[in-house]
């Protein structure tokens, strides 16, 4: 998932952003409500995870302010207020879900999940295809030629973004930024570890090639080199 973190605790944001990001999401993060309103305006999300009390524009006029604009992201809000009124608030405001602190973070990164998959549209199915190999993101579960593939939570995000690209050349600067948020130095060979690893369990054993390196500039998923 492409995760948008609102919070202006530096903490808990640390904490948040390492749990996702090993969790196998990527993460943006703003710290005031200014910020997060402009990312979210921005770019494209499958969640939103809105602190309740933030600098310069407060949680809840945030998802106001989307809603009025027309953005239907699923937000997930936080707060240290638990009160009832509270949470009838954070719903009535747009919010879709309402966690208080302290919380488990096994229990948020369930939520989020719900959101995501109640947000998808159609009968909830998210299915990308290249030749024959098939990701359904509804099931996690990828196939080539009827085959199922095992792949680990980064190998899955990986290949989420190459098919969501299939054809177009991604360079290891969007990995980076995409795939990792940033969190590895540029000349890191993490990406190039993750890449064979993906190669080899969706081609190796198949008649054709899907993944492709394109020297001096980075891959590309297609049925074509």
Excluded at 102 to 127: D, I
Excluded at 176 to 184: D, I, Q, S
Aim: aromatic residues 6%; neutral net charge; glycine residues 10%.
């Amino acid at each position: 998932m492409n995760i948008l973190l609102i919070e202006d605790d530096q903490g808990a944001a640390d904490y948040l952003c390492k749990g996702l990001t090993e969790s196998g999401h990527n993460v943006d993060h703003a710290s005031d409500g200014h910020d997060g309103l402009h990312l979210a305006l921005s770019a494209t999300y499958d969640v939103l995870i809105i602190d309740r009390v933030l600098p310069g524009r407060d949680g809840l006029s945030v998802v106001s302010m989307l809603r009025a604009g027309g953005v239907s992201t699923p937000v997930l809000v936080l707060s240290a207020l638990g009160e009832v009124d509270d949470r009838v608030a954070g719903l009535r405001a747009g919010g879709d879900d309402y966690m208080v602190k302290p919380f488990a973070f096994s229990e948020l990164l369930a939520r989020l999940e719900a959101l995501a998959r109640r947000a998808q549209p159609g009968t909830g199915h998210k299915r990308f295809q290249v030749a024959d190999l098939v990701l359904d993101l509804t099931s996690y579960q990828v196939t080539r030629g009827g085959q199922k593939i095992h792949l680990q939570p980064r190998e899955l995000r990986l290949l989420e973004f190459l098919m969501r690209h299939q054809g177009q050349v991604v360079t290891r600067t969007m990995l980076l930024e995409k795939v990792w948020g940033y969190n590895f130095d540029p000349q890191t060979n993490v990406i190039d570890v993750h890449i064979s690893r993906l190669r080899n369990k969706i081609d190796k054993g198949f008649s054709r090639s899907l993944l492709h390196t394109v020297r001096g500039v980075g891959y590309k998923l297609d049925e074509m080199p």
